[in-house]
């Protein structure tokens, strides 16, 4: 099984920078994207940026100018770079990445995706 492993995260006053970076354990077929959410206490896991294995990149509006993701291809890692930080980014952030793979049994491409543990980000003075 696939674990995508987080790391990075912690407490940081506001205006700082954390980078957070996640690594998928193993080779795991065609990366087709890369993605950070974010969750708040009781509520639903909203997209904070995402990557493409083109280069693409997607930020949510309340990040842009002060995040930037970026990935590693040859390690299937994904970094997020967070900078300016304020108070409502406190959040848990959560990896994903999403592809295809070909079955080595009946070679059918068949999509997976893979999330992280989640990993603790607090900005406090």
């Known amino acids: 099984q696939v674990q995508l492993m987080e790391s990075g995260g912690g407490l940081v006053r506001p205006g700082g920078s954390l980078r957070l970076s996640c690594a998928a354990s193993?080779?795991?077929?065609?990366?087709?994207?890369m993605f950070w959410y974010r969750q708040y206490p009781g509520k639903e896991r909203d997209l904070v940026a995402s990557?493409?294995?083109?280069?693409?990149?997607y930020y949510t509006d309340s990040v842009k100018g002060r995040f930037t993701i970026s990935r590693d291809s040859a390690r299937i890692a994904v970094d997020l770079q967070m900078n300016s930080l304020k108070p409502g980014d406190t959040a848990v952030y959560f990896c994903n990445m999403k592809g295809q793979v070909v079955d080595d049994v009946d070679g059918a491409v068949r999509e997976f995706e893979y999330w992280g543990q989640g990993i603790q980000v607090t900005v406090s003075s």
């Open positions: 193993r080779r795991i077929g065609s990366v087709k994207g």
């Open positions: 990557i493409t294995n083109t280069g693409g990149t």
